[in-house]
């Protein structure tokens, strides 16, 4: 079955160390992979995507994702966060059917940056 | 100003009652989706649509209903049959890059509607 983890509900790290919040995925053939985050109360917002190329994706707000094929991840990463990155992140996976195309949701991680 | 834009903001119900979730887009995209967001459930795929005058069943569709009659507007309505609509709704929209590139299907989302039954 076609699926998508996160496997922490919650993540705590320090304003200004590494931070990776984890996504593992299960797709037939090549993964369209995605990253969200979602302050509270508003609607989600793109952060990166993952197609093809480049294994290192970078995105907004200083954001990147590393995609590695043989563990089937895709973890967000940034070297420095920030109070201000507190938030529910989703990782995605586009799934097709024929023509009909959607995105399978890990169910969130929410990350919580420490001043 | 381009985006996704969801109406109302708080929307209330009595029990029994139909109410219509509006979202209206103008990217110029083809496809749009409804999503159900329960804490700790992530985001549940009610219907999309891929095209105008077609729409398909997601994971959660009883107890909902869509229409597609124009790309840029996808309402929702609750119906009394869904027994558990306090929620909040998010209404996502993806389409063709620009010069016709074939899409990514990169989801762009509304601010949300939140619902609550009295």
């Known amino acids: 079955a076609q699926s998508v983890a996160q496997p922490e509900d919650q993540v705590n790290v320090a304003e200004g160390n590494p931070l990776t919040v984890k996504c593992t995925y299960s797709v037939s053939g090549n993964p369209y992979l995605f990253w969200y985050v979602q302050y509270p109360n508003r609607g989600l917002q793109f952060l990166l995507k993952y197609i093809t190329g480049d294994n290192l994706v970078k995105g907004s707000y200083g954001f990147e994702a590393e995609f590695n094929k043989s563990q089937t991840s895709f973890h967000l990463k940034k070297p420095s966060a920030l109070v201000s990155d507190s938030a529910l992140y989703f990782c995605a996976v586009r799934v097709s059917a024929g023509n009909n195309r959607k995105l399978i949701w890990g169910l969130g991680t929410s990350l919580a940056v420490n001043p | ?118």
């Open chain 2, 1 to 118: 100003d381009g985006g996704i834009t969801q109406s109302p903001k708080y929307l209330f119900r009595k029990e029994g009652q139909n109410v219509t979730l509006s979202c209206e887009q103008n990217l110029n995209h083809d496809a749009m989706y409804w999503y159900r967001q329960d804490p700790g459930q992530g985001l549940r795929l009610i219907y999309y649509s891929q095209i105008v005058n077609d729409f398909q069943k997601g994971d959660i569709a009883e107890g909902y209903s869509v229409s597609r009659e124009k790309k840029e507007s996808f309402p929702l309505t609750v119906t009394s049959a869904q027994k558990n609509p306090t929620a909040f709704y998010l209404c996502a929209s993806s389409g063709d890059l620009a010069g016709g590139t074939p899409s990514t299907d990169t989801q762009y989302f509304g601010p949300g509607t939140r619902l609550t039954v009295l």
